[in-house]
């Protein structure tokens, strides 16, 4: 506490001592006027004239001279009980009352002790300077009577002039005495105000880091009920999910697995705890290549998405698309490794089925002599195909870890507690959690219903996109084409959602660059996808092929003057120069599994729409780049066309 606080802690004390003071001083006021009318009537002589007596002066001047001072004081009091000026009006009138009193006595030796008295009573004061207001007054009325009234102080009617200076000296002596007295007990009262201010202080500071710490306390518990009911949602969610959860050390040893772990692979975690994966998981059929590419991106500590074989504990293999990522403190080391495992048994059967069908029709096209035309269009409806059969999968895979599994759980450990629902959702743990998780569920099948009508919403595009696209074909021959004017931005999109889910099943990062562009562009629709879908694919076979951990395609559109330029670039393996002169050449490939009539097609198809196609690249390991330039139609600088009869 600062010393402003402690001197007015010491001036309220010490006010409220001078209160009590003030009121004992009251009535030592009141009890000396009393004592004088007494003096001045039973010790003062009376008058005799004859048989006749009257009161002597000395009780008037008991009656009026003391009723002055006491009032005096009294008022004093009253008025300025804090002022320093009441101490020494109270000392000086106290002091004037042993004079009177010894006045009205006669000068007895015996009421010279009054000032003795007066003295030791002012010293409970605790100020000094009044004692030396009261000397003065005692010092001064004894010289003055003493030199001109000796009758009055000493009670005789000659006494030495120096007598006075006897009595003044017992003052003095006394005063002596008094003063470092009363200067203690003030010095006292000080010294108490002082630790009192410092144990207040103590007790703030106290209160203080108190009330701190408790606040820190209480947020502590507040972050701590967040991250357990955080928890809780997460372990309902690694619960009751389809997929398989594993979370291994910083040595990809495991720790902990979901019971979609167990569903999945038929391994109990007691069994799998302190293992490696591919310990048990991995069998004869698994890829060693992928195998691999996992190693090394865990001995890089990077995350990876990848597709490839495991096998159950019955020794049944599957198919499982595996998506893992570090997970690092807060100085950037990696501690574990979180794994989400989803079957896709179904899936790859499915695309191995679509593929075969493909190759089925190619054979066919080839045996019936449909040659280039039929070929190109097997090879753009199968590109289309991948898209539907993906789209597919997706709604099959949706539906198969739909939240309504998760709600028939929740529907029978319900109609389990159905005859005391109300006790256990209000005292069991698990009972608490429903309706929130209710909740969760219900959230959940919203979203799903909406990935499954934009889902539906592609496959039907593509659909059309396929009757198109042989409608196209079909109608070569006479060269007839459907030119529309249409926002470029929704025709890339349209093309990546052909092959999304090969996109996103690789972890491919699409960066999109069409501001250099006219914001629509005058084509046909279904020409323009069908090269753009092929070089978008080509593109992910290329990074794939390559293993990039950081695989990108970028796809720019720009105007220039008479054409628009788009140009689809990728980071993957690249393109041999001796290579790039005979890419689009018929049945030209240099895919393991490729048949060349990808990029023959599309070339043609530029060639037939006025425009042309290009290959890029500085050779193995660099990347590719193809641009498609296509020119504005004839009318294109005219007033725009009623495109609403070809819309």
């Known amino acids: 506490m600062p010393c402003s606080a402690r001197v007015a802690l010491f001036q309220k004390r010490y006010d409220q001592e001078c209160s009590r003071v003030h009121r004992f001083m009251t009535w030592i006021m009141i009890a000396q006027w009393v004592l004088g009318l007494a003096f001045a009537v039973f010790l003062s002589p009376y008058t005799w004239i004859g048989e006749q007596n009257e009161v002597h002066i000395h009780v008037w001047a008991a009656l009026l001279i003391g009723s002055s001072l006491s009032g005096f004081a009294i008022l004093s009091m009253r008025l300025y009980p804090k002022a320093s000026s009441t101490r020494h009006v109270v000392a000086v009138v106290q002091l004037l009352w042993s004079a009177l009193l010894i006045h009205l006595s006669g000068g007895r030796i015996e009421t010279h002790f009054h000032a003795f008295a007066s003295l030791a009573i002012l010293s409970i004061y605790r100020d000094w300077r009044i004692l030396i207001s009261a000397t003065t007054v005692v010092a001064l009325d004894h010289f003055v009577r003493g030199v001109y009234y000796p009758l009055s102080v000493f009670g005789v009617l000659k006494e030495s002039p120096f007598r006075w200076m006897e009595h003044a000296a017992w003052i003095l002596f006394e005063v002596a005495f008094l003063i470092p007295g009363s200067y203690r007990l003030r010095k006292e009262i000080w010294e108490l105000c002082a630790r009192q201010t410092e144990l207040e202080e103590a007790k703030r500071t106290v209160d203080q880091q108190v009330a701190e710490r408790t606040k820190e306390l209480s947020e ?42 167990t569903r999945i692979s038929g391994y109990q975690s007691d069994e799998v705890i302190g293992k490696r994966p591919s310990d048990f998981l991995h069998g004869s059929e698994t890829d060693p290549r ?87 269009v097997l090879h753009n409806v199968g590109n289309i195909l991948n898209s539907v059969n993906v789209s597919a999968s997706l709604i099959r895979n949706q539906l198969s870890k739909s939240a309504l599994a998760n709600l028939e759980n929740v529907s029978a450990l319900i109609a389990e507690h159905e005859a005391t629902f109300s006790e256990f959702v209000s005292s069991d743990q698990r009972g608490k959690k429903i309706p929130a998780y209710l909740r969760l569920v219900t959230d959940a099948l919203g979203g799903e219903r909406k990935t499954i009508d934009c889902e539906l919403a592609d496959l039907l595009k593509n659909v059309d996109h396929m009757k ?106 690249g393109i041999a120069k001796a290579n790039l002169s005979q890419i689009f ?11 060349g009539f990808g990029l023959h097609s599309s070339a043609n198809t530029a060639s037939e729409m006025g425009g042309s196609l290009t290959a890029f690249s500085d050779g193995p390991g660099t990347g590719a780049r193809f641009e498609l330039i296509l020119p504005f139609s004839k009318d294109a600088k005219q007033d725009r066309p009623n495109t609403e009869l070809v819309r």
């Open 220 to 261: 502590a518990y507040n972050l701590l009920a967040e991250k357990t009911a955080e928890t809780d949602k997460l372990a309902l969610v690694a619960r009751f999910t389809d997929n398989a959860v594993i979370i291994t050390d910083a040595k990809a040893s495991i720790e902990w697995v979901n019971e979609g772990f």
């Open 290 to 376: 992928v195998s691999a590419i996992m190693r090394e991106s865990l001995r890089n500590e990077q995350g990876f998405n990848i597709q490839h074989i495991n096998y159950r504990k019955s020794g049944e293999a599957y198919w499982v698309d595996i998506e893992v990522r570090p997970i690092r403190d807060p100085d950037g080391v990696v501690r574990r490794y979180i794994a989400i495992e989803t079957e896709a048994t179904e899936r790859v059967r499915q695309e191995k089925e679509t593929a075969r069908l493909h190759q089925e029709l190619l054979d066919v096209s080839r045996q019936a002599g449909m040659a280039e035309i039929a070929t190109g």
């Open 468 to 573: 198109e696209v042989v409608a196209a074909q079909q109608s070569m021959a006479c060269c007839s084409e459907l030119i529309q004017e249409l926002p470029i931005r929704s025709l890339i999109d349209d093309a990546l959602a052909a092959n999304k889910g090969s996109l996103l099943n690789h972890d491919i990062q699409i960066n999109l660059d069409l501001d250099g562009a006219n914001e629509l562009i005058r084509t046909d629709k279904h020409r323009f996808l069908q090269i753009v879908i092929n070089l978008i694919k080509n593109a992910k076979e290329a990074l794939v092929e390559h293993r990039a951990t950081d695989r990108r395609i970028t796809i720019r559109a720009v105007s220039e003057e008479n054409a628009t330029r788009i140009s689809v670039t990728d980071n993957g393996n």
């Open 585 to 595: 050449q018929h049945g030209y490939t240099t895919k393991v599994v490729g048949h």
